[in-house]
């Protein structure tokens, strides 16, 4: 299986700026695509962009477009979110998952077979 460990999380002022990473190992070669999604108290857990593992295509929710933009280093196993122009309603825990298969939709997440534990971001008014 596939593990994934997320960091670089915390408070942050309002129009403020916040790398992720999320660090992937195991069984590298069954990921089609990585995603990152948040969840905010009381909220369902929501796609935020996603990137295709070996290709690069990337997606991007209508709400971070423009501010957060994805990355990945294939030789280190390293997916990263930069997030730009930080707003109070970006506050959630952030998670990196890994889809192991082409079909069905980039942005569900139970289309997502592994997933890391989150990090928290907060974003103050």
């Known amino acids: 299986q596939v593990q994934l460990v997320e960091s670089g999380g915390g408070l942050v002022q309002a129009g403020g700026s916040l790398r992720l990473s999320c660090a992937a190992s195991?069984?590298?070669?069954?990921?089609?695509?990585m995603g990152w999604f948040r969840q905010a108290p009381g909220k369902e857990r929501e796609f935020v962009l996603s990137?295709?593992?070996?290709?690069?295509?990337?997606y991007y929710a209508d709400s971070v477009k423009g501010r957060f933009t994805v990355s990945r280093d294939n030789a280190k196993n390293m997916v990263y979110l930069q997030m730009n122009s930080l707003k109070p309603e970006d506050t959630a825990v952030y998670y990196c998952?890994?889809?192991?298969?082409?079909?069905?939709?980039?942005?569900?997440?139970?289309?997502?077979?592994?997933w890391g534990q989150g990090t928290q971001v907060t974003v103050s008014s």
């Open positions: 998952a890994a889809r192991h298969w082409n079909s069905g939709s980039y942005s569900l997440p139970a289309e997502y077979g592994s």
């Open positions: 195991g069984r590298i070669s069954s990921i089609y695509t």
């Open positions: 990137i295709n593992w070996s290709g690069g295509s990337t």
